[in-house]
């Protein structure tokens, strides 16, 4: 009969020993560096991809609307992997930055539709008002359309950077040691699943809590000015 071992045993030999719990400790220094670049690239290819979508500019709409049919058509992880094993296969990056990159194409096609409806959700009577006090197209977007979007779209793009932070759990395919692959590590060494498993969804769960805690203290500043 196996002989069962004490919280404080499996505690010790999942995490003290060896210094197993730097495994962790590493790891989330790794998923919050690709959350983080990712989360940036993301947002910069899906407002240029946005721009795209609402270009009268055949080619340009037609390159957009390509992009987001891919990248939302197919699945994260497949994507990972072509760009690390193909793409970027013949050069010497670090893992964890062309995996930042992997996830910043993937996030671009989502945040594309999200500032798209961002836009298109602000009154023509916005544009026409910025047009009329004698500002130029690229003017108004800035000035008047965007900083408006902006406030209606923020939630939205808070939510996909959530999801995002989730989402890298899957960089272990090409080898990365982040929060999940170190507690997969620590399971098979000691061959206790729980323990591990579980602390992996603890450091989840507070990462994305105080993340959503500070996203919604920086919500509540850009509202303010709407209150009267």
Do not use: H
């Amino acid at each position: 009969m196996a002989q069962l071992l004490t919280v404080s045993e499996i505690l010790y030999k999942c995490f003290i020993k060896e210094d197993r719990y730097k495994l962790m400790i590493s790891g989330i220094g790794v998923t919050l560096k690709v959350s983080l670049v990712a989360v940036v690239l993301g947002v910069i290819i899906g407002f240029l991809i946005a721009l795209c979508n609402l270009s009268k500019n055949k080619i340009l709409k037609t390159i957009g609307g390509i992009y987001t049919d891919v990248i939302r058509g197919t699945p994260s992880v497949t994507q990972l992997m072509l760009i690390y094993f193909v793409v970027f296969a013949a050069i010497r990056w670090e893992k964890w930055i062309i995996c930042a990159i992997a996830f910043g194409i993937n996030s671009g096609g989502y945040v594309a539709e999200i500032i798209r409806a961002g836009i298109l959700s602000i009154d023509r009577g916005q544009t026409e008002a910025g047009r009329s006090l004698g500002l130029n197209a690229k003017q108004t977007m800035v000035k008047i359309v965007l900083p408006q979007a902006i406030k209606n779209i923020f939630p939205a793009l808070c939510n996909e950077f959530i999801v995002l932070i989730k989402e890298t759990a899957i960089v272990g395919y090409v080898g990365l040691m982040d929060i999940q692959k170190a507690g997969d590590f620590i399971k098979s060494a000691t061959f206790i699943p729980f323990a591990p498993l579980f602390a992996t969804a603890i450091i989840y769960y507070v990462i994305i809590k105080v993340l959503n805690i500070g996203l919604k203290y920086i919500e509540k500043r850009l509202r303010a000015s709407e209150i009267r």
